[in-house]
């Protein structure tokens, strides 16, 4: 089994940065995709990011060009740059982690969610 822990959220002002961390432990072997994925209250969970074995990237063009991804096998972590933050990007954010063949489909395991708030 795979278990991801996430951590890094909180409360930022707007223009402000946050770095989201998800630890991975167990068989990760069986994966090759990592990514984050958000909700916000009354909305649907939607994909931020996600990056690939090959360290391929996908961006949700809202946040395209402000929010980086990346992960460090040595750590086994994947990390969430956020920048230029929004209120809009007020949600809490879950890890996922799969063995999937295309980057925009969802792994099956999911980490506990960090909550992110962007005050105005």
């Known amino acids: 089994q795979v278990q991801l822990v996430e951590s890094g959220g909180g409360l930022v002002q707007a223009g402000g940065s946050l770095r989201l961390s998800c630890v991975v432990s167990?068989?990760?072997?069986?994966?090759?995709?990592m990514g984050w994925y958000r909700q916000a209250p009354g909305k649907q969970r939607e994909l931020v990011a996600v990056i690939g074995g090959g360290l391929d990237t996908f961006y949700a063009e809202s946040v395209k060009g402000r929010f980086g991804i990346s992960r460090d096998r040595a750590k086994n972590t994947g990390y969430l740059q956020m920048n230029r933050l929004k209120p809009e990007d007020t949600a809490v954010y879950y890890c996922?982690?799969?063995?999937?063949?295309?980057?925009?489909?969802?792994?099956?395991?999911w980490g506990q969610g960090t909550q992110v708030t962007v005050s105005s």
């Open positions: 167990g068989r990760i072997f069986s994966i090759n995709v």
């Open positions: 996922n982690a799969g063995q999937v063949a295309h980057l925009t489909v969802p792994g099956d395991i």
